[in-house]
């Protein structure tokens, strides 16, 4: 079976820092890769997702990932954070030969602060 | 309406009581599927329908929790004799593609928040 590990539960930063969001996975078949973002009393919307070729893939809002097969992670950056941004970050993986079901880490908490 | 919608919004309930809670997918999209939010978690996979029927139902963590998809449209997550442990927010999010197809992005509801006191 797959699992998600999304290492922290909080990120504190101050506005216009770098942050990256870290996201480790383990599974025994390919996976395609996702990250969600959740803003306060909304639904779950997709930032960005890896299904092959690149490994650097770019998302909505400035973010983007880097897969990396060998160290089994798939880590969330964004060179500058505004205030917006502060949401819930998950990350989440789906077997690319069964059906579409997402096995989703626990999620971090980005706290921007002015 | 252009998105998921997942209604009621809010459900508190009774220890015991039976609950049913509404997804409506974006029109057109053939595949559904529920997942369960415990605070401070991540979402958990429940079921997954193509079309009418249940596709994937290994999620449901027992048999009080069941739901349906009679027109390949709507579904409605049905628990029965609902415990304290149930208290969660229930995600519904469609798809438009097959399953297996790589392009397929699910697009989730607001949830419903279930509280059960």
């Known amino acids: 079976a797959q699992s998600v590990t999304q290492l922290d539960s909080q990120v504190p930063v101050f506005e216009e820092a770098p942050v990256e969001l870290r996201c480790n996975y383990s599974s025994s078949v390919s996976v395609y890769l996702f990250w969600y973002v959740q803003y306060p009393n909304q639904g779950l919307q997709l930032l960005l997702k890896y299904l092959s070729g690149s490994t650097l893939v770019k998302g909505i809002n400035g973010f983007e990932a880097e897969f990396n097969k060998s160290q089994t992670s798939f880590h969330l950056r964004k060179p500058s954070v505004h205030i917006s941004d502060t949401a819930e970050y998950f990350c989440a993986v789906r077997l690319n030969n069964a059906g579409n079901m997402l096995t989703f880490g626990g999620g971090t908490r980005l706290m921007v602060k002015p | 309406g252009a998105g998921v919608s997942q209604t009621p919004s809010n459900k508190v309930t009774e220890k015991g009581k039976y609950v049913e809670l509404r997804c409506d997918p974006i029109s057109g999209h053939t595949a559904l599927y529920w997942y369960r939010q415990s605070l401070g978690q991540g979402p958990e996979f429940l079921i997954y329908?193509?079309?009418?029927?249940?596709?994937?139902d290994s999620g449901l963590p027992n048999d009080r929790f069941f739901a349906v998809r009679p027109e390949g449209s709507v579904s409605t997550l049905k628990i029965q004799r609902t415990e304290r442990g149930d208290s969660a927010v229930y995600l519904c999010?469609?798809?438009?593609?097959?399953?297996?197809?790589?392009?397929?992005?699910?697009?989730f509801g607001q949830g419903t928040r279930l509280t059960v006191v």
């Open positions: 329908f193509q079309g009418t029927g249940a596709a994937d």
């Open positions: 999010a469609s798809s438009l593609m097959a399953a297996t197809s790589p392009n397929t992005e699910a697009f």
